[in-house]
């Protein structure tokens, strides 16, 4: 039998919600439409009992075409905490940014059927900060709710990669007895990500030295061969528990001139903390190598952002309950593991347990295609409620 307090959890009101702040265009670059949507989130947040701030982003840097580095703007973070003296506590984050930036073609929403609807972010994941308010009203409700304090989280950059907010995660995360993690579910159908890969960004930056190409190019170091040969070099690092993907090479000059400068960027996926750790230290050796056969210097700037997420018996114990409180509520919960990245692997490093894809269910997210399935923004903000309270009532201990 659902538990009386699930009854207050008002699907009506959620559709709505979710349809205003995805009329916000919130690409994580439009620092206008954050800030329009951090605002609504706090006066949506205030229903809660706790306290609620907004925290400014911290300094992030990236490099240019031509080298040099720069600092990032981001927006700021919700912040709400409720009952910290608590005992027990727990973590709830989500992001407010999407990948549609404010030029961006896709901006608005229609039916494409009954019950699922089209639109930037509805998925991915206004949907998912939806269902973890009206979870969390629902859960004050209960009668063990005062035995349970937790933190929200909710901040302005996981789509590039959360820089702006990974100390902040770390210092919520510490003490708390677990987390939860508002990304969509997995598939359409509700299953969970359970283990994920990780995933980090670099940039290299090459400087050769200019000369006149027919003149005299053996006075030149090629910057942009110095840099093909390291594409080649990190595609070779690959194996079966790490990609390398080199995604972009600029630089170059004249046809008549050797170029002295070039940058390249490249993605990584470790599917293991050693395959990172090994990758890191082994990239090193290869950047000596290509100074030494190019007479070039080479400067890198990035690193793993999201480090593997593994699930431990303590993670598998939280899986569990949520699966016993989906068949408790007549869903069938399953997962799988996925290539994907999210805040949760920045969770689960701190040594927290966490499930991150307790959102709604949808698909197609960082398309125009994206959809949500209108009635899983009930359906899972009954299931978190419930797993909040099994937490309040000490179920994971």
């Keep these: ?21 995805a009329a916000i265009n919130t690409g994580t670059g439009n620092l206008p439409g954050l800030e329009r949507q951090a605002q609504k ?31 990032k703007p981001n927006g700021q973070h919700l912040v709400v905490r409720v009952r910290p003296t608590a005992n027990r506590r727990i973590l709830l984050t989500g992001h407010m940014d999407t990948v549609f930036p404010a030029d961006h073609p896709f901006q608005s929403m229609r039916w494409l059927e009954d019950g699922v609807l089209n639109g930037p972010g509805l998925a991915d994941m206004k949907g998912g ?59 359409p159908d509700g299953t969970l990500a359970h283990a994920r890969g990780g995933t980090g960004n670099y940039s290299v930056i090459v400087t050769g030295k200019s000369a006149h190409a027919g003149r005299n190019p053996h006075e030149g170091r090629n910057a942009i061969v110095a840099a093909a040969d390291l594409i080649l070099r990190i595609k070779g690092m690959e194996r079966g528990d790490i990609t390398v993907n080199p995604a972009k090479l600029e630089g170059g000059a004249a046809n008549n001139v050797v170029p002295d400068h070039a940058v390249l960027r490249f993605n990584i996926r470790p599917k293991s903390t050693e395959a990172m750790e090994s990758f890191d230290s082994d990239l090193n050796e290869v950047l000596r190598s290509i100074e030494a056969d190019h007479g070039v210097s080479l400067h890198r700037h990035g690193g793993v952002t999201r480090p593997p997420k593994a699930v431990d018996d303590q993670a598998q114990r939280l899986f569990d309950l949520v699966r016993e409180c989906g068949a408790e509520l007549g869903q069938d919960i399953k997962w799988q593991s996925t290539g994907g990245v999210c805040d949760g692997n920045n969770i689960a490093a701190c040594g927290i347990p966490v499930v ?9 997210i960082h398309s125009a295609d994206e959809f949500l399935i209108t009635a899983s923004l009930a359906e899972r903000a009954a299931l978190s409620a419930l797993v909040i309270s099994r937490l309040a009532a000490g179920d994971l201990n």
């Design 129 to 187: 900060i939806s269902v973890m308010l009206h979870a969390l009203m629902a859960f004050e409700a209960s009668p063990g709710a005062s035995a349970l304090g937790y933190d929200v989280l909710i901040n302005s950059d996981e789509e590039t990669g959360s820089l702006a907010s990974s100390a902040l995660i770390a210092e919520m995360a510490q003490g708390k007895l677990a987390a939860l993690t508002y990304e969509p579910a997995a598939l």
């Design 356 to 364: 991150d894809t307790m959102g709604v269910r949808g698909g197609a």
């Design 41 to 71: 989130l706090a006066d949506a947040f205030a229903s809660l009992p706790g306290t609620v701030e907004l925290v400014d982003p911290a300094p992030v840097t990236g490099i240019a075409a031509d080298g040099s580095e720069f600092e």
């Design 1 to 21: 039998m659902k538990p009386n307090f699930l009854s207050s959890i008002d699907a009506t009101a959620m559709l709505d919600q979710v349809q205003e702040w």
